[in-house]
Structures are given as C-alpha cells and as structure tokens.
C-alpha cells in the first residue's frame, strides 16, 4: 500500500523511504541528513518523499507556503519529545498550538529584543577579555576550535543570563556540556520521526523505573552539568533580593520582573525559558562560531579582507580592543562573513518538518493531502543557484555586497539560518550581537590557519 496505492506514491525518492519510516531514523542516526538530503534533491528533483508520509522540498519559492509568517503549516509530530507534557508549561520549541505559543512568546519577547539585548551587552565583555587572553597564553600553538568555541558560547550566554558564569574558559574544560548537548540533540533528532513507538518507548521506560530498573534513557537536557549551575543561581535569586547594576541588567532579572508583573505569567516559566537560552542558544552559538572561524580560516583572501576593514575602522578610532556591537554593527564585510558562514553551515540540519493543513495542498505538482509532513533542509535550500549564484556551494562572502537590491531581499527572505518567519529563533537578536561582537573581537587580535577540518554532523 505504502509503495502503489498511498497518496504519495506518485512523489518521487528511494524506494526504502516509501515504505519505513526507519529508513530516515537510520540515516539521521548516522547525522548525516544534510548531505543525504543534499544528494537526494539531485537524484529526484525539487520534491522528495523522504518516509511514507514525509517530503522535502529544496525549491526556495516555497519557503513562504511552508514557513511565512501567516502559514497554516503547524511544527509535526517530530517537535513531540520535547513538548512540555505538563498542559500548564511551557517549551516554545515543542509547542504545536499556535495560540497557545504566541500568548507564551508575547511573554518572554521583551527580553530578547534588539533594545533589551543592547542594555546588558556589556556583560559579555568580561569572558570575551578571558577568552583573549587565554588564547594569547597559548602563544599560537593549535587548539581544537569546536572545543573552545563551545566553551566560549556556555560562558557568554551564562553570563548575559545571570552576570556571573561557569568561568569553563579559565580551566579549559567543559564539563562534558557539549558531549551532553549532542547526545540529547541526536536522540532528539530521529525519535521524533517515530512518534507512536517513541510513546511506547517512554511508556516501558517508565514502567522500567517505576520498578527500580531504568535501563531505558530519554532525551534530557536535565542532565546538563550547567543546569545545574542555572537551577541553584535561580533558586539563590528567589531567596535574596540584593541586586547589582550588572545582576540587575541581566536576562533572569527581566524574566524574574515579567513573572511578577504579569499573573498569567505561570511560576514554573521562568525557569523553563531561563533553560531554554542554554538548549536552544548553546551549541547553535558554538557550531556558528565554529563555522564562522573554519570558513574564514581557510579563506585567505577573506581574512586578509576582514583584518583590513577591522584594522581600518582601529586607525580611524572607530573601534575598541573588546568592540562594542555599536561599533561592529555597519562594518559591511564582516556581516557578510558571518551570513555567508551561516548559509552553508547552518546549524539545523534536518528539514524543519511541518503539516499539510485541513485542506491539502497541490506542492510541485502533487496533490498532497491534510497531515502530510512536509518540510525544506536548509542546507538544500541554502545552496539554490537561482537565488545564491552558480558559485552557491562557495565561501564568498561578496555576493552581499554586489548583489542588487532586489537580489540581497531574495537572498535574506530565502534564508532559514534562524527558521522560517512562521516561527523565528527568539534569541535570533541575542545571537547575532554575540557573533558579531565576537567575530570581530577575536579577528582583531588572531589570525586563524586551519589545520584539520571537523566534519560537519546534521543536528536539529
Ligand atoms: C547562532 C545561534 C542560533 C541559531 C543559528 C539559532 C537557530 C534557530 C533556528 C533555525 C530555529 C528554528 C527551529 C525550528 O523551526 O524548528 C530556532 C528556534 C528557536 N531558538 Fe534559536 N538559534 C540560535 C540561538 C538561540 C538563542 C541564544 C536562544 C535563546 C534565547 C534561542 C532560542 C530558540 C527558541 C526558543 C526557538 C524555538 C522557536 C519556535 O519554535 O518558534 N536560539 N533557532
């Protein structure tokens, strides 16, 4: 049935995908989605069904349909293992009831505005000089940038979020936070496409630990060693009132003042959205640093470009040694390394899978009815000739800046680095200053020569 007679039969792709869902769970096992998928939209055309009732779509004209900002297209199935199971709580990037999200985003938005960012900036200077000075110590010898990028993201995100950090950039070590993170991720990334059996699953796992034998683990971020650092700074913040200037700027005062300003504000939120900036911001901002640095760093030409604009800007008494995102913010080149680097190596590296609604709807000439899930893989999406150029799968940061007007909106409306507009990264302004703050700081001081390359691994 699933092969001859199901309504996607018609829409092309391996024959294992229209039969099992496990075809797709072993290949994103193997994180290697973004260049499965990458491979298949060559074989089989703009529209692939990846399971028996999944497509991916590589065509960027359909990114308004799938993700603009009114779509009807809801997240799928997929988002269910990390959906609050509590119908009191909050996890805005599991919640499927779109009501219920934008009531909940409305909440937390002021602390992650473009003004509110600005406001307590200054607190990620204080790491950055750390992280400097560190690398100065190790006078050139070669470091493993993933490692050290991932250090630097837990140490500035935790200290914009409290003013106060882990301080991992002193010893070096992480405490496993990123092996942890990744094991969550992968789990996360192939038991949400098979939702029933992942029910089943959690289902003996609990029946297992209710009779003292958890032999069966779930995905968790609870286990995080920095969570724990988050969990006792909140309690401590509950407990005492004194506050300081930076305490006061930082990120769990304003969702602490939210909570006690607005009585729809539920008690436990605070805390879910405090842990949501260390899940979701944590290892995008450390692979995006790292992708930025790797892509640079095998550039010549481009870094010879960027130390030239940064150097520029320090002669004429634009910049400081630790810049300011004010100062960073209109230097052209720069941005367009880091939107270039965010292009190719965009952290999500599944489709963003969503549902057909009520309807159905005609995609790429196929009649595709109501709940199928459908969805585009920004790695495909982001190599589209027709709106990046021939030379897509290039590092090259120029195509910004001699692109038309009318060619640049493409290239930015087409982009999925932070999701589609339907459901945009709420930390989107918060990463990007912390990236351009740190591109620049760091370029400032270092030149980067890339040694050995780190394969990239799709994540979700
Ligand atoms: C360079 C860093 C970052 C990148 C590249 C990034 C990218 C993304 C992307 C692509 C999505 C859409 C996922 C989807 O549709 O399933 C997303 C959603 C989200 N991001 Fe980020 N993110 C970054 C940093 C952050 C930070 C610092 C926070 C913390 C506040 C954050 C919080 C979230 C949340 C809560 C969502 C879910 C929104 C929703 O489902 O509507 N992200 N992010």
Redesign the pocket.
Known sequence: YQRFLHPLSKVPGPFLASITPLWLVYHSRALHRHRLEIDLHKTYGPIVRLSPNEVSLSDPKNIKLVYGASSPFV?SRW?ETIASKDPEGMN??G?SDMKK?HAQRRLIGPA?TTESVKRREFLLDKPMGKFVAKMKEGGGRPVDLVKWMNILALDL?TEITFAESMDYISTGDDRDNAKDIDIFWQKVQWVGLVPDMWRGYTWAAEKLRNIGLPLLSEPTTHNLNIIKFYIAQLTSRAKSATTTSATHADIASDIARFAASHPNFKPQWAATTIV??IA??FD??GM?LSACFGHIGRSPTSQAKLHAELDNALKEGQLDDAPSYEQVANLPYLHSCLTEA?RLTT??GVS?PRVVPGSGAVVEGHELPAGTVIGAN?WVVHRDKGIYGEDAEEFRPERYLEASKERRYEMDAHS?????PS??????Y??WVT?TKTVAAIFLHFEIEVLEEAEAKSKC
Do not use: D, N, Q, W
């Open positions: 997240k988002y805005l990037l919640e999200y992650f995100l949501h900036i979701a911001g995008t901002l995006t965010m952290v999500i963003l920004p999925l680095a932070f999701g589609g459901r945009s990264c709420p930390g989107r918060l990463a990236l």
